[in-house]
């Protein structure tokens, strides 16, 4: 195994969405979990169109959400989403827009839970009845739990800041990082260097990371951080100056433990098991 330390690479921050397509927090560290990724990362999502008995389904088996993109709130079906967040602390979820509370609940009531979708199909009547908030801290709702297009499951984001830089230059546009809501966000390495760590293992503060493949951008990238404004496409211009949908690379995680901001990467230049295959 040839280690090679990119001491120059570190995490310049780490976020997590504890809703799916509805949330965007920044932490200064977070918990790893082997097999799974960010602890709280993704462990609610809002269902479309399903009753109670259909969304449990959903929620708890990876068979019932396979290519079932519609099936599910995100901001490609419903952007308005976007104009809120959500904070999650101690069992209790909390509903903002533009930082003022709307509404806490716990969410191990389901009666609270069911006041949550009434609220949010109140106050946006786009949104269509039912929706059920949904949980799974084992099977989080990853894009990766729901895509058909690869062969793993769970998963952590990783952005790296120069090749957003490097896409800002080439359409002389700010573009926002939190538009591609990257878990972990890293500097010191040339533009698309993430893209060259492909089937590779990555070290972050002792935890490894199989670097799986490059992760294909949606709509939902167009979208105005905290708006539902729409009006810059982002996806085309990605595909005019790259040839290509991609920013960011997807990792699974192969370690329990810690990762900081300011923490470095290590890479293993050599290609991995998965982490299936290590148990």
Request: glycine residues 4%.
């Amino acid at each position: 195994i040839i280690e090679k330390d990119y001491m120059s690479a570190s995490i310049s921050s780490i976020n997590y969405c504890p809703v799916k397509s509805v949330s965007f927090q920044s932490i200064n560290n977070c918990e790893i979990k082997k097999n799974v990724g960010i602890v709280g990362d993704r462990i609610f999502a809002f269902s479309n169109g399903l009753d109670s008995n259909q969304a449990r389904l959903f929620e708890k088996n990876i068979e019932e959400r396979r290519g079932k993109w519609n099936k599910i709130l995100t901001l490609k079906n419903s952007p308005v989403l976007n104009k809120y967040n959500f904070l999650y602390e101690k069992n209790n979820l909390t509903l903002l827009f533009k930082d003022k509370q709307i509404l806490t609940i716990d969410v191990n009531e389901l009666s609270e839970r069911q006041l949550l979708s009434n609220k949010i199909t109140e106050l946006e009547n786009s949104l269509k009845e039912p929706i059920v908030l949904m949980k799974n801290e084992e099977l989080p709702f990853f894009d990766t739990s729901i895509s058909n297009k690869v062969d793993f499951i769970n998963s952590v984001s990783l952005l790296n800041i120069q090749s957003v830089n490097d896409f800002q230059k080439k359409i002389d546009k700010k573009v926002e990082i939190s538009r591609f809501r990257g878990n972990i966000c890293i500097d010191g390495i040339k533009p698309w260097g993430e893209r060259e760590w492909i089937g590779k293992i990555i070290k972050i503060n002792n935890v490894s990371f199989k670097v799986e493949k490059n992760i294909p951008r949606c709509v939902a990238i167009n979208l105005k951080p905290q708006s539902d404004e729409n009006s810059f496409n982002l996806l085309q211009l990605l595909k005019k100056n790259y040839n290509h949908f991609d920013m960011g690379v997807y990792l699974t995680a192969l370690d329990d433990g810690e990762i900081n901001i300011g923490d470095t990467i290590n890479c293993l230049l050599y290609t991995s098991p998965s982490p299936r295959d290590r148990g």
